[in-house]
């Protein structure tokens, strides 16, 4: 895969977390699992993390400010 990176634009009305995704995606596919593994790369899809963060349930109340 030859791919500039300065290329690697937003599509038009994307969103952020999409973008990321995407970019993460070429990134996986760009280097080696190996690579990633040594220097604790890790990427979590955006539709696993908004899975996440739903589980969470936050009570006001409790924070200091």
């Known amino acids: 895969m030859n791919i500039s ?12 977390t999409d973008y990321a995704d995407r ?3 070429l990134y996986s596919d760009t280097v080696t699992a ?3 593994e040594s220097n604790g790369q890790f990427f979590t899809p955006a539709s696993i993390a908004h899975f996440m963060s739903k ?3 936050l009570d006001k109340a409790s924070f200091l400010y």
């Open 5 to 16: 990176w300065s290329e690697i634009k937003p599509y038009k009305d994307e969103l952020p």
């Open 23 to 25: 970019i993460g995606k």
């Open 34 to 36: 190996t690579f990633r």
């Open 55 to 57: 589980q969470i349930t």
